[in-house]
């Protein structure tokens, strides 16, 4: 029997059309459901026909795995999908939200509120480029990014996977998704999902809509603004996905004036779907249609009604995947939910499946292994690091700059807690869904080791974590460079209605650069209360959360580049002046949106 769905040959919506007719409710149901891989054993895949597996954050096959390791786990996963009735490839995501950041030996890339610093959207693509052949190298062909959040207050615990407080920045730095999915072929019809190939991946704008706009910045909150304020802000990042084909769309556990985005059938579909014309699929978040309850899972048949007939496609159900699908099948047999509303569900799941080649190419292979971590990709990642740094103040006259500062001198002192810790420096969603501390949780570059590799031979440094003032004293440095700041943290854990950096930070800043020259940098996921000791300071850098390329930061610092970098989120003087950005009455920042000197290089 000639299965057509089975033949590229045949047109997009004729292969839809066939494999739809073919299916059981229990395969569409099915499809729309996606599992944490830890459930994901041949057995479940086969007996719930499950269209869709993730890792969330941390979760590998095995510590340090090799590409070789995700392949082979991917893979074993993809045959007990395959071994369906009728062979529907399922599709496997991860978040590599900067570069593929679970991954051991990944080349990690600064978070978004630093490349939104760099004001490059064609970095942005080749970044898109190079981190999809890094997913691709595990087997993996679909990635929970870019977030195209706007952060309009920085005490938010994401506000750092956000490109910054402007929508006009993060438009333009959706240029990632045709670097992730291959650019989308001109006069493509609108709204239509676009995957070039196999080096490239199906991408997900995230989370929809208003997730940066919440009440003092709380993780999951409320986002109260009127429609007008939504649209104008927090909406152009997904127009403009849209326009370049973005495949998936994920919601936000947020809400919008009280309403749970997961319940809002007004934004998902009527105009997601219906004025945007978005034609892939819309994927929940974590366990977030529980959430839509307050306690969540209080009503989780009330719960799955809401989201799927606010017009959620594809749900994320980690554990719980046998409830929810008895509870959506239930809701279809008595009528609560027209079958209509599943086949526009898994019509969109096919559509990116086809359009992507996943039918045609549904076992990963070897090709791509050594792009892991690859020394290009690396480089790419060090110029984005340099083009992210903000330099917020230099000299404490501006005849007298202390950067670019000199290679060749007698002492030099480098202190701070986060001078030589890689966890530190690439915060959260790294190797570990809240990070590390420490050198050892993957392959990159401290501050300490590249300012040791980048001064010259003759340059004695000293590093000290924590010096007192007397040893200081004692000795005589020519300057010193303070790198302090925020530990890792994702998501709530991030939250902060304080902003301070925690101790010793501001001690080490106020010893040192009480009596040394000092150039401070601070890694952070936003901008933190610094103001008490801008005066002290000589040179003052924002270096965001820079990932595993630390010569990124001296290749700044010693002036082999000048600085170019932008603020792209306001630099507040105190906390109860938040929420505020540009453009509103009484802007009185410390250092204001748009910010950042320049040093030319040497
Ligand atoms: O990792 C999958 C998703 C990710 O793509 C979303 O951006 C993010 O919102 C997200 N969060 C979780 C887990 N969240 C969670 C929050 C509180 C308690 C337990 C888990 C998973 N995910």
Redesign the pocket.
Known sequence: ENFKYKDPTQRLNVRIKDLLGRMTLEEKIGQMVQIERVNASTEVMKKYFIGSV????GSVPSKQASAQDWINMVNEIQKGALSTRLGIPMIY???A?HGHNNVYNATIFPHNIGLGATRDPQLLKRIGVASAREIRATGIPYA?AP?VAVCRDPRWG?CY?SYGEDPKIVQEMTEIIPGLQGEIPPNSRKGVPYVAGKENVVA?A??YVGDGGTTKGID?NNTVIDRHGLLSIHMPGYYHSIIKGVATI?V??SSWNGEKMHANKNLVTDFLKNTLHFQGFVIS????IDRITDPPHANYTYSILASITAGLDMI?I?YNYPEFIDGLTNLVKSNYIPISRIDDAVKRILRVKFVMGLFENPIADLSLVNELGKQEHRELAREAVRKSLVLLKNGKSADKPLLPLEKKTQKILVAGSHANNLGYQCGGWTIE?QGLSGNNLTSGTTVLDAIKDTVDPTTEVIFNENPDKKSLQSDTFSYAIVVVGEHPY???NGDSLNLTIPDPGPNTITNVCGVIKCAVVIISGRPVVIQPYVDSIDALVAAWLPGTEGKGITDVLFGDYGFTGKLSQTWFKTVDQLPMNFGNPNYDPLFPFGHGLTTQPI
Not at 54 to 57: A, I, P, V, Y
Not at 285 to 288: G, H, K
Request: with cysteine; proline share 3%; hydrophobic share 40%.
């Open positions: 993730l890792s969330g954050g995501g991860i978040d939200v929970f977030c994401r996977e997900c995230k989370h999951e994920m936000s556990y978040d974590w366990e977030a994320m980690p869904w994702a998501e709530l």
